[in-house]
């Protein structure tokens, strides 16, 4: 299994508040991507990095801010989080080139919104 | 629009018999097709992959069929096994994308004793 983990594993928070998800790999892979997953809709791109500092936004980005300070770890922020961001969010990697496009997925986190 | 899109929610097919996952998708420029599974409670993880320059790739118990011309690809499992009782996800890229995978909806495939 790949070496990536997300914390926390489930949090319960306030319409309004702020909220931070933390992805970390030990794999030393460049490419790192932040999804949620809903009912009917598989996965959804949020925001993706493809190295420190390098950031850009996927098909669901708004209300969705990321961090990327070190190769290891990739933040997911919600600024004031809503009612319509209760969703599982999953943290996925890949290293172009070493296996194409595969990416490897961390265990999700639960996220409900009040 | 759903470029990737994977018509049946669900499966449900005997132990020991052959389960059959489709996935059709628009994006002609797409060149690179993944599947995953997943669990609940844990993420997908990734099961078979085809490049659109071939039309078939095996992997023991699971292979991969691509028909360019239709769009269309499936997975076979055969046998089927319990352990086989997932949501199975179709995923595609092009060269272009940066790397971005586009997912279909899953099919929760279920696997009867």
């Known amino acids: 299994d790949a070496g990536i983990t997300q914390s926390p594993r489930h949090k319960v928070t306030e319409t309004g508040t702020p909220v931070t998800l933390r992805c970390h790999q030990t794999e030393n892979h460049r490419y790192m991507y932040w999804y949620r997953q809903d009912p009917g809709h598989g996965l959804r791109l949020i925001h993706y990095s493809y190295g420190v500092k390098d950031t850009d936004k996927g098909e669901v980005s708004d209300g969705y801010s990321v961090s990327r300070s070190k190769t290891e770890d990739f933040l997911l922020t919600l600024e004031s989080a809503t009612s319509s961001q209760t969703s599982v969010y999953f943290c996925?990697?890949?290293?172009?080139?070493?296996?194409?496009?595969?990416?490897?997925f961390g265990p999700g986190t639960r996220l409900t919104v009040l | 629009d759903q470029q990737v899109k994977q018509n049946s929610p669900s499966l449900s097919v005997q132990e020991g018999r052959i389960s059959i996952l489709n996935c059709d998708y628009t994006n002609s420029m797409f060149d690179y097709f993944l599947w995953y599974k997943k669990y609940p409670a844990e993420g997908p993880t990734f099961l078979i992959s085809?490049?659109?320059i071939k039309d078939k790739n095996e992997d023991g118990r699971f292979t991969v069929f691509l028909n360019k011309s239709a769009k269309h690809l499936s997975l076979h499992i055969v046998p089927s096994q319990p352990g086989d009782s997932a949501v199975y996800f179709c995923?595609?890229?092009?060269?272009?994308?940066?790397?971005?995978?586009?997912w279909g909806a899953g099919t929760k495939l279920i696997i009867k004793p």
């Open positions: 995923a595609a890229s092009d060269m272009d994308s940066n790397y971005q995978l586009i």
């Open positions: 085809i490049s659109s």
């Open positions: 996925a990697i890949s290293e172009p080139g070493l296996s194409t496009d595969t990416q490897y």
